[in-house]
């Protein structure tokens, strides 16, 4: 009796002996492409569903250890709830009650500035102040910086079009305002520079603004942007929140949800073409291709332009196209009465003008409970970005070295660290630069001619989690869709 091919569960369809055929495939299994496989299996059980990773586990970028008594995050720590993707999938999940707030009595944020951590005026939001006292009050700008600022108000709109982030800012704020306050805290979301970010792919919220009142000062104060829910200085981290066990716990309830088998790790693709049958993934792992009725990518950007080279050129050129960057998160674990700082914030953002090695720095044991054992604190030191690429090829004990060091120097942290951890991230953090929002509709379009095709990440639709939820989950919902109308037809 000979062997059956591996399946994935479900509804398996065996086109030829050799060939193992699945309804659809999906290329990535990070965050993106295992909310897609989710969402597919919500729609149809009956969906044959494989989830291809090139890497040794599933999660992607996202993933949690514990270390010491310590629990360290890979990368992302939390998620914000003004957009419904992630809060919504996690409560169909069974993971409302793992759901846990920042802590309310340390929302707010420092800047460095002068070597010294000051904190961020309260309410100053992302770039808009919606409060005059603080910004008057600041020790991080001089008088005519504040005074450049104020002008704000009293300046005309720009025409609408793109610009760069730098540009925009200056333009409202000044020069002083966006060295100091501004680039910090937009260049960290991104890890990128803000003089090559578009504003209207990355904050259209502010262009809007601008055209809506003129002013982005008028605008944050008539929509009362210091709301008690948004809470704090720099980022709204009233509206945060993070899993009691980290973030691995959403990953590891994804993979629960679909058939044993499924996701299959350190699985990459080597080839994607398309043919009269449909999809053919030739994979690193075995032998005979994967047939599929429809493929999502749910890769960054430079690996689903070497996937669509043979399928589509013109759209693997316009993928290959959009810059990535590289960071490193080094997270260090301290006895709380070695650190002189009271670390009565969330954590604090470094200006490029301040010529520190490190990009910024969060108080993770602050933030949420249950970070670091009784009597320490967990510290993560973010390094690289656009400015510094190279770090991310520094061994570790130079990483731990630097970020120790600057820790040092900025909170007067005392000896060596009781426990450490190096996460390194190569070119997984897109720059929507000037042109981004044109590139990514050429790309959808040029897409569109490939029947069965869809395209996720974070490179289409937003760099948080819950962008990166919900672009997966469209692309199930189109694929399902697309599925259903050829069975339909067919029927």
Request: one cysteine or more; glycine letters at 12%; a neutral charge.
């Amino acid at each position: 009796m000979r062997d059956e091919p591996e399946t994935t569960g479900g509804s398996l369809n065996l086109n030829e002996a050799e060939h193992e055929a699945v309804d659809v495939a999906v290329v990535g299994g990070g965050i993106t492409g295992l909310a897609a496989a989710h969402r597919l299996r919500e729609i149809d059980p009956d969906l044959s569903v494989a989830v291809l990773e090139a890497g040794p586990k599933p999660g992607g970028v996202l993933g949690t250890s514990r270390r010491d008594g310590f629990l360290i995050e890979g990368s992302a720590d939390s998620f914000i709830t003004n957009v419904p993707w992630a809060i919504d999938l996690c409560r169909r999940l069974g993971l409302e009650d793992r759901l846990i707030q920042t802590d309310s009595r340390h929302r707010r944020s420092f800047v460095v500035h002068a070597g010294k951590l000051e904190p961020i005026p309260d309410g100053l939001i992302i770039m808009a102040p919606s409060k005059i006292g603080p910004m008057v009050r600041t020790r991080i700008l001089s008088i005519p910086g504040k005074l450049r600022l104020a002008m704000e108000r009293f300046l005309p709109k720009g025409d609408g079009s793109d610009e760069s982030l730098a540009g925009f800012a200056r333009r409202r704020f000044g020069r002083e305002a966006y060295e100091r306050l501004i680039q910090p805290l937009v260049g960290g979301m991104y890890t990128g520079d803000p003089e090559r970010l578009s504003v209207k792919a990355t904050m259209p919220r502010f262009l809007e603004m601008e055209q809506r009142e003129g002013s982005l000062i008028k605008a944050m104060r008539a929509a009362g942007a210091s709301s008690p829910q948004a809470g704090g200085s720099g980022a709204r981290y009233g509206l945060f929140v993070g899993l009691e066990g980290g973030m691995s716990e959403l990953v590891d309830a994804l993979v629960a949800r679909l058939p044993a088998g499924a996701v299959r790790c350190e699985s990459p693709v080597r080839r994607l073409t398309r043919d009269a049958e449909g999809w053919r993934l030739d994979l690193a792992d075995r032998p005979s291709p994967l047939r599929a009725r429809s493929v999502i990518v749910a890769t960054p950007a430079k690996a689903a332009a070497g996937l669509l080279r043979e399928a589509s050129s013109a759209a693997a050129v316009d993928l290959a196209g959009i810059a990535s960057t590289s960071s490193v998160i080094v997270s260090l674990g301290y006895r709380r009465d070695r650190i002189a700082h009271p670390l009565d914030g969330f954590g604090f953002v470094v200006p490029f003008v301040e010529k520190r090695q490190i990009l910024s720095g969060s108080f993770s044991s602050v933030k949420f409970a249950g970070r670091a054992p009784e009597g320490s604190v967990l510290i993560r030191v973010f390094l690289g970005g656009a400015k510094r690429p190279d770090l991310v090829d520094a061994d570790d004990a130079e990483l731990v070295r630097i970020a120790s060091g600057e820790l040092a120097s900025l909170l007067g942290v005392q000896g060596e660290p009781e426990a450490w951890s190096v996460s390194r991230w190569r070119e997984t953090m897109p720059q929507y630069e000037v042109g981004h929002l044109e590139r990514v509709a050429a790309i959808q379009e040029r897409a569109k001619a490939l029947d069965g095709l869809e395209l996720a990440g974070n490179w289409l639709g937003g760099v948080g989690v819950p962008m990166c939820i919900h672009t997966g989950e469209q692309a199930a919902e189109r694929a399902a869709s697309r599925i259903a109308a050829a069975a339909g037809r067919a029927g």
